[in-house]
């Protein structure tokens, strides 16, 4: 270790202004800051400079998707070899989505990390670290089989216009990884939704539709049990399949501080609310499915807990957070059940919280002065 | 009010050549004016459409910033508005009729927004902008002018959008097949209007990045 940090050392002279790569120097400060915690210190003012800074944040979020992830190989590999009525053993199952999903990993990595090494350079700014979350958040929200150029666009697509028009991290108004499942969604719909989306290897024997794709087409009969849903042994996008998993991952992210409980607990809240709310209403059978089952189905939990948490497209004030929560479970539900052209509401539902999010704030910051303001005449009155 | 001048001047004299020129780029009614943008949304799918609907509209900007030109002075400004609309929509109706009759494909195609010429924002800027203050011939060169800048941002938009979202270009397959077979396939979204929005905007940001000084502060 010591040897690399004299390298380090060594090069930075030519990556400082005036020397030989001047134009590279925020490259180079964000592989020294990936492997090293940066020596700054705050000249002036009362900052306090927590240990944790954003790179040590996102880690803890990438922590928290390891085990869905894993799992979601596992799944794949399983998946896989049960369309051909075959149970191989784990290490199988697991090399086999391994083999699926690595290259998944390294496209999203490597085209967004590609654009956003590129934008510090033109932008002389440093590389930010957002997109080490997103990088790993968009394998786990795309179908396994999903073509490798399709994903390279749609993450080109996420991180030019869903983030670097905006300024970059931190200022976007749209989740990027949801907002590169939306462009394939609608780019290449063929690949991405419907109940032909999860074939094993394009097997004509084996339809192995999503259970949302089943629910959406009203072929309940051979619904997987909840035991499966909830465990993850259904088909389905890479990490969203077990929401047990997910669970834990969630659970992690709340003791580390770095998501909010609030938004969490609001949207299952609003998608169990809409949910009985269908339940009462009654009037076909998907609206008959109980509301808890929709928590395990899909991408809700995962939604839920990874994507409408993120700090930076959520609502920001305390208030704010429980409406914003609340109507994405809400919304979420009400896409799934009412529109046939979207199997999975979850990611539109965040997606148009996330332009309503701004407003939530602005409405609560409003009220707030609004009542003070109110409170203040009442004492000077009195 | 035009100040007088002693000789007459060239027809195609600088000035009104810049006229011409000037809404093609650093004037440009879409990118820099804003104004349009519905219906370049909703043309631009396919290019045959596009190129029929910008020569729609520069044909009207430009006869009716010539028209409303030689009434200039007899319109009163109270009414002055109608009596533009009176001029705009019987052009428009001229065209639709012309294009019905020569291109009812593409008529269809188009279907409503060439009635909607008429409430484009282009015409009637240029109409109290320029036309309301300048003599025939300038006034009709900047109409056209204005058209070929809307035209040119149209054409623009299209090509991209029916070249990556259908794989052709004026109906033909350009997209050889042989890269279909490989598994490319066509971006349904290039057709969908919010990417004609993606596309104008990413144009509006090559032009900003080219000229500075259409950046607003």
């Known amino acids: ?28 400060e964000a592989f020294e800051t990936f492997l090293y915690v ?29 085990p869905t992830l894993l799992f979601g190989m596992w799944n794949v590999g399983y998946q896989h070899f049960l369309s051909f009525g075959q149970h191989p053993d784990i290490l199988t199952n697991f090399l086999y989505g391994l083999g699926k999903v690595l290259p998944i990993i390294i496209v999203s990595y490597g085209v967004g990390l590609g654009i956003e090494f590129l934008f510090a350079q033109i932008r002389h700014h440093e590389v930010n670290e957002g997109y080490l979350v997103t990088g790993i958040l968009i394998p786990l929200i795309v179908p396994p089989d999903i073509p490798l150029w399709e994903l390279a666009v749609a993450v080109a697509f996420a991180v030019i216009f869903g983030k670097e028009v905006f300024g970059g991290t931190g200022m976007n108004v749209f989740n990027p990884a949801l907002t590169a499942r939306a462009f394939l969604f609608f780019a290449y719909p063929g690949n991405m939704s419907g109940e032909k989306v999860w074939i094993a290897d394009k097997l004509d024997s084996f339809s192995g539709a999503t259970p949302l794709g089943q629910a959406l087409v009203g072929n309940f009969h051979n619904f997987p049990s909840p035991h499966d849903m909830f465990f993850g042994f259904i088909p389905g996008s890479v990490g969203e399949t077990s929401t047990f998993l997910i669970l834990i991952g969630g659970l992690f992210l709340l003791i580390t501080g770095v998501a909010s409980w609030r938004i969490m607990l609001s949207v299952f809240a609003g998608g169990l609310a809409m949910g009985w709310i269908f339940n009462l209403v009654g009037a076909n059978q998907y609206m008959q499915l109980p509301a808890w089952e929709h ?32 109507l994405i479970g809400m919304l979420a539900i009400l896409i799934r059940v009412f529109n046939p052209a979207y199997p999975e ?31 203040a005449k009442m004492m000077l009155a009195e | 009010m035009q100040t007088e001048k002693t000789e007459r001047e060239a027809l195609f004299s600088p000035k009104n050549i810049k006229l011409l020129t000037g809404p093609l780029n650093m004037n440009n009614p879409i990118t820099v004016q ?23 509209v520069m044909v009207v900007t430009g006869f009716s910033n010539l028209v409303v030109s030689f009434l200039r002075n007899g319109i009163p400004p109270r009414i002055r508005i109608i009596v533009q609309l009176v001029v705009v929509a019987t052009l428009v109706i001229l065209v639709d ?12 195609q188009l279907s409503v927004f060439v009635g909607l010429i008429i409430t484009n924002c ?50 033909y397959q350009v997209i050889p097949q042989s890269l279909y077979n490989a598994g490319y396939v066509n971006n349904g979204m290039m057709i969908l209007p919010p990417m004609a929005l993606i596309t104008v905007g990413v144009i509006i940001w090559v032009q900003r990045y080219y000229n500075r000084s259409l950046i607003e502060k």
């Open chain 1, 345 to 375: 509401g979850m990611m539109l539902a965040i997606l148009l919280m996330n332009v309503f999010a701004p407003l939530i704030d602005h409405i609560i910051v409003k009220s707030n002065i609004k009542k003070r303001l109110k409170r």
């Open chain 2, 122 to 171: 282009i015409i009637m800027g240029r109409l109290e902008a320029f036309a309301m203050a300048n003599k025939p011939w300038p006034a009709f060169l900047d109409g056209i002018g204005n058209g070929l800048g809307y035209g040119l941002i149209l054409i623009t938009v299209a090509f991209f959008r029916e070249l990556f979202g259908s794989g052709t270009l004026f109906n």
């Open chain 1, 295 to 326: 928590m395990i189905m899909g991408g809700f939990a995962f939604g839920a807990v990874f994507m409408a948490t993120d700090p930076v497209t959520s609502a920001q004030t305390t208030k704010g957070k429980y409406y914003y929560g609340f």
């Open chain 1, 1 to 28: 270790m010591k040897a690399l940090r004299k390298f380090l050392d060594k090069q930075k002279p030519h990556f400082q202004p005036g020397g030989k790569f001047e134009k590279l120097e925020s490259s180079f």
């Open chain 2, 34 to 56: 804003v104004l349009g943008i519905c219906s370049a949304l909703a043309v631009t799918a396919k290019l045959k459409p596009a190129i029929v609907m910008s020569l729609a």
């Open chain 2, 97 to 108: 009729q012309l294009l019905k009759a020569f291109v009812f494909d593409v008529s269809k």
């Open chain 1, 38 to 66: 940066p020596d700054k210190v705050t000249q002036s003012g009362a900052h306090i400079r927590d240990a944790v800074d954003m790179k040590r944040t996102m880690s803890f979020v990438i922590i928290g998707v390891i």
